[in-house]
């Protein structure tokens, strides 16, 4: 069963549109969460953590990212994409001591 | 400050045949991983390594083995390469503890024929 599960495989957007991007995780104890991008022919990148603190954290590119423990959710968004955005996005949470990926989202940014 | 760095980029080997692939950081990182990426499946963890001389299995270990030798290098082997293990691989490392983010190379794309 998978632990990290992210709802959409493709997302697409045009250019200055909203985006959000679902992950799910299930665990019933506290964790570590994560959101990488992966741009092509790259490897992943961190774009933002929740560690503790604040549910809602920010990148510095734009994105943010809010923790919803009752709903063990971790939702990435953006107000307003660029075409640099297009990008795969994976969710990550540390399970178990490892850290486990979802299967990725494709956002693909049009003008 | 290169990071993590993985040779080689590409590869094509014929079924049966062996090969390593290198991996070296740059972060003075205890834990390093090995991963492999296909479609739709996100990354999944094959070995990895808490400290120098040490190395434990993840998600997906078979057909594959890992040497950690020093803190800042660490092999991939394949010693009879299957059309299964085409994929791209992944190099990561990080401090250690739970909260701290993993960092990433670039990948090896292996075709396997």
């Known amino acids: 069963a998978q632990s990290v599960t992210q709802l959409d495989s493709q997302v697409p957007v045009f250019e200055e549109a909203p985006v959000e991007l679902r992950c799910n995780y299930s665990s019933s104890v506290s964790v570590y969460l994560f959101w990488y991008v992966q741009y092509p022919n790259q490897g992943l990148q961190l774009l933002l953590k929740?560690?503790?603190?604040?549910?809602l954290v920010e990148s510095i590119n734009g994105f943010e990212a809010e923790f919803n423990k009752s709903q063990t959710s971790f939702h990435l968004r953006k107000p307003s994409v660029h075409i640099s955005d297009t990008a795969e996005y994976f969710c990550a949470v540390t399970l178990e001591g490892k850290l486990q990926f979802g299967a990725g989202t494709q956002v693909v940014v049009t003008p | 400050n290169a990071g993590v760095t993985q040779t080689p980029k590409f590869r094509v080997l014929k079924t049966g045949q062996s090969m390593t692939l290198l991996c070296a950081q740059d972060?003075?990182?205890?834990?390093m991983y090995w991963y492999r990426q296909d479609p739709g499946m996100g990354l999944r963890l094959i070995h990895y390594?808490?400290?120098?001389?040490?190395?434990a299995k993840g998600e997906v270990p078979d057909g594959y083995n890992v040497s950690r030798l020093k803190k800042q290098n660490f092999l991939l082997g394949l010693e009879s390469a299957a059309p299964s293990q085409t994929s791209v691989y992944f190099c990561?490392?990080?401090?250690?503890?739970?909260?701290?983010?993993?960092?990433f190379g670039d990948g090896t794309r292996l075709s396997i024929l």
């Open positions: 990561a490392s990080s401090y250690g503890q739970e909260n701290q983010p993993q960092h």
């Open positions: 929740y560690l503790s603190g604040s549910t």
């Open positions: 972060m003075n990182h205890e834990y």
């Open positions: 390594s808490v400290g120098e001389g040490t190395t």
